[in-house]
């Protein structure tokens, strides 16, 4: 039996009708930027996130650049974040002329961990960038706690968050501005780029929708700041607010595949991703921990199994974000390095069958049995 990381096929089929039938509306309108299906996705994720405002961007890296700047994060700034992400996360604030000052994650939930935030601390921080990674917001409250203790910016990166909320407040509620991504491989992914601002803050809205078109006010061709090029094509947002439709169903269906894999591995001798209480967990990764990563991943691939390694080395071990780590306050990053060594996302997607998920969860135990008998 085959187990495909991802079945974009079968994504397609399912919304087909509509989205062929939505293209050629736009080619036969030639409507092609910022129009009703840009207003239509906005409206629709704002609702869904119970926000004031969504600016729809070309991906979700220019919605954490855009939504940075139109906060003020900039030169002389730090940020306080993780290295365990994806690097667009860093890569803008070091864009923005702006410091990365990266703390330790929790090794069951890969998220920043709070009580390691307080000493990074310094007179120059201005924003703490939680990151909500594989499907489950960070440790909200505490983060709240923190930033207004120490008069501190949140910023959200919710890129693997869409619909993610704790205690029923969704993600965006919890800083001044969070950035979605819709990267074809996302929950909710487009074909290519995209990404979403949401926000409660009117000036932020007011700025994010002006950087978006190079930074033009509300006059045509003339500038308030200087800007971006991060409009987002029609065909791009019929595509997402075709398949947000279907979003709730497609999230279901990947936790009913997510607990097949944790009922048949909760006794085997792997660590397993733990959901924050009060926390939903969209699953837009399952990932597991083994000594062995490699070897598991090697045995998974001959029995036909795909899996992934998010992130197999962490942001401060890269060249252009070395210079980041160390210096008198520097503690160094053991989970991180350690989690980043151990890591392992298994398929997950709406599109697998009850089989598929059983047949590659007995392969993991078979594996997890196997090495340690021998260890
Ligand atoms: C945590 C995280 N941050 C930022 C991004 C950047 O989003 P995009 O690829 O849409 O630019 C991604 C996704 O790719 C991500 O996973």
């Not at 690097?87 to 604030?93: D, G, L, P």
């Not at 090794?107 to 594989?134: C, G, Q, V, W, Y």
């Not at 693997?160 to 800083?175: E, R």
Request: hydrophobic share 40%.
């Amino acid at each position: 039996m085959r187990v495909p990381f991802l079945d974009l096929t079968a994504q397609y089929n399912e919304v087909k009708s509509e989205i062929d039938a939505a293209i050629a509306e736009i080619f036969a309108t030639s409507a092609f930027v910022l129009g009703k299906w840009n207003r239509k996705l906005e409206d629709d994720l704002a609702r869904l996130h119970r926000v004031k405002h969504a600016i729809a961007v070309n991906s979700g890296t220019d919605a954490l650049r855009i939504m940075m700047q139109a906060c003020d994060i900039g030169p002389g700034d730090e940020v306080i974040t993780t290295a365990f992400t994806f690097v667009a996360s860093v890569e803008v604030v070091v864009q923005l002329g702006a410091t990365p000052v990266f703390v330790d994650i929790e090794e069951d939930t890969f998220n920043i961990d709070p009580s390691k935030i307080e000493d990074a601390i310094t007179p120059r921080t201005k924003a703490i960038l939680p990151i909500h990674l594989f499907g489950q917001l960070v440790n909200v409250k505490e983060i709240a706690r923190i930033a207004e203790e120490h008069h501190l910016t949140v910023l959200e990166d919710a890129a693997q968050a869409i619909a993610n909320h704790h205690d029923g407040v969704y993600a965006g509620n919890w800083g001044k501005a969070a950035g979605l991504s819709f990267y074809v491989t996302k929950n909710l992914g487009a074909a290519g780029d995209g990404g979403m601002i949401l926000t409660n803050d009117d000036e932020v809205d007011r700025r994010s929708r002006s950087l978006r078109i190079h930074g033009m006010g509300r006059e045509r061709y003339y500038y308030d700041e200087v800007g971006y090029t991060s409009r987002m094509s029609e065909v791009q947002a019929a595509v997402l607010a075709i398949k947000l439709q279907r979003l709730e169903a497609w999230n279901k269906r990947r936790g009913e595949v997510a607990q097949i894999y944790l009922d048949a591995l909760k006794n085997e001798d792997v660590g397993l991703p733990v959901t924050s209480p009060d926390n939903n967990n969209t699953w837009h990764q399952l990932t597991i921990r083994h000594p062995r990563r490699d070897d598991l991943m090697a045995f998974l691939k001959e029995n036909q199994i795909d899996s992934g390694i998010y992130y197999p080395v962490p942001l401060h071990l890269h060249e252009p974000y070395r210079p980041f780590a160390g210096g008198p306050a520097w503690r160094g990053l053991p989970v991180t390095e350690k989690v980043s060594n151990e890591c392992l996302s298994l398929p997950v997607h709406q599109h697998l069958s009850d089989e598929q998920a059983a047949y590659a969860a007995m392969k993991v135990a078979e594996f997890c049995r196997s090495a340690t008998s021998v260890r």
